[in-house]
């Protein structure tokens, strides 16, 4: 594969001295494609997953426009969680601490879960750059803080999630508020049906790029068990009898299905902590730390944990409930077998889950079905071993049917015959491949 070099691109000298200083020499592709296109000032949407690079494609080529001297809101960068939020502004910072002496800029990180008042009290003058959740931005916006029309760039990160967060509203509300001239950036893993209509009201002409390179091979192992009439915390107290994970993460659909299931873990006895969007910024703080000092076994979480917070060390992956899309499945079984390590996804499915079952094996997912027996995994009948049949039962159908010879004059009653014919060509091959 063909190398680049950031050189290759048409920014300031001391945007490249920051490249330097940031220890890095070769753009990655979703850098390769979406710098350039950013310095044309091209309104984007960019598909691509965590890790390959995305923060610095748009911050390298948003801070080489910069002017100092204009005390304004220049670009804004908004994340759907405290903790994406919280990433970011730290790169802004790290390439700010970078810069000359005699250029200054001023950067601000507004999220949730922080005092507003003392926020707004501290605003002297408009920061030139902004990286912030949507909700507290949009509080700011409506009180007069912030001035937003001036931002020449806006950057929506994480869009899917965005919208599963329920967020784009707020966003949709700053960007009626912004110049209709601003480059709008979209970064999204997935790009659902549901956001095409956001998309093609404040995307004109947008350049596409989607990168497909995975930074590294993901092995994981897909098991279903059948929920039938048994309650997911009662399954997955026996699943934990015979997995020893490093750290698994459990995800439920919804805060209120997380609280039941955390509660029911942990009558259960097992090492088990919470997260989800309905906690307060201290209490995801603290349990966020307790995750990283290894403190639980088990993390019961929403689809937040899934792409909103960075949690390292996932073995197992169990899903107490399916989500409803493909792309949810995607995120939350890539929270295992990073960087190139093995992982195991776990699922739980009803008779609900079938439809999502037969698209994701339609896609090239692969699923074995066990059920636990005596504390022992215990392989039983497929989960679509109905379909799976009367797919036999077709192809021995047509099988048969290319079999049957085909009289030469057509007699009363040959087709009647030739149905006979055919069943008993079908019973010779069902018997041939018993044996």
């Not at 110049?179 to 549901?194: C, D, G, H, K, Y």
């Not at 209120?256 to 910024?281: S, T």
């Not at 699922?347 to 609900?352: N, R």
Request: aromatic content about 8%; hydrophobic content about 40%.
């Amino acid at each position: 594969m063909e190398k680049h070099h950031f050189k290759e691109f048409n920014v300031k000298p001391w945007i490249n001295e920051i490249v330097e200083q940031l220890g890095f020499r070769n753009p990655t592709p979703i850098q390769h494609k979406v710098i350039p296109a950013v310095l044309r000032n091209e309104s984007i949407m960019g598909q691509s997953q965590t890790g390959s690079g995305k923060t610095h494609a748009f911050l390298l080529p948003l801070f080489n426009q910069l002017s100092f001297e204009k005390k304004e809101v220049q670009f804004v960068v908004t994340a759907p969680t405290r903790e994406l939020a919280t990433q970011i502004f730290t790169e802004v910072k790290k390439i700010i601490s970078f810069l000359h002496e005699d250029q200054h800029v001023t950067a601000k990180l507004f999220i949730g879960g922080t005092d507003k008042k003392r926020m707004i009290e501290k605003l002297t003058e408009q920061p030139q750059i902004i990286v912030a959740t949507p909700g507290r931005l949009l509080d700011l916006i409506k009180e007069g803080s912030i001035n937003l029309y001036t931002a020449r760039s806006f950057v929506i990160d994480e869009a899917d999630l965005m919208l599963e967060l329920g967020l784009i509203n707020e966003i949709d509300q700053m960007l009626v508020k912004a110049n209709p001239a601003t480059q709008v950036l979209v970064f999204s893993a997935t790009i659902p049906e549901r956001l095409q209509p956001f998309l093609k009201k404040y995307l004109h002409n947008p350049t596409y790029f989607q990168i497909t390179d995975q930074m590294s091979p993901i092995k994981i192992e897909n098991r279903l068990i059948p929920l039938r009439h048994r309650k997911p915390a009662e399954v997955i107290t026996r699943i934990a009898k015979t997995i020893n994970p490093y750290l698994a993460i459990i995800f439920a659909n919804g805060k209120e299905a997380c609280d039941d299931l955390y509660a029911e873990l942990l009558d259960q006895g097992l090492n088990v902590g919470l997260i989800h969007g309905g906690l307060g910024a201290r209490e995801r703080k603290r349990v966020l730390k307790d995750i990283q000092a290894l403190k639980y076994q088990y993390i019961v979480a929403t689809d937040l944990a899934a792409r909103g917070i960075d949690i390292k060390g996932v073995s197992h992956v169990i899903n107490a409930q399916l989500p409803k899309e493909v792309e949810f499945f995607i995120h939350r079984v890539g929270r295992t077998a990073r960087a190139g390590m093995e992982g195991t996804a776990i699922h739980l499915y009803t008779d609900q889950d079938i439809h999502l079952l037969n698209k994701l094996v339609e896609q090239g997912t692969e699923f074995e079905t066990f059920d636990i027996v005596k504390d022992e995994w215990k392989e039983i009948a497929p989960w679509n071993e109905r379909k799976l049949r009367k797919r036999q039962s077709d192809e021995l159908d047509q099988e048969a049917w290319k079999r049957v010879k085909k009289p030469k004059k057509v007699k009363p009653g040959y087709k009647v015959k030739m149905k006979r014919q055919q069943e008993k060509i079908k019973r010779q091959l069902k018997q041939k491949r018993k044996k």
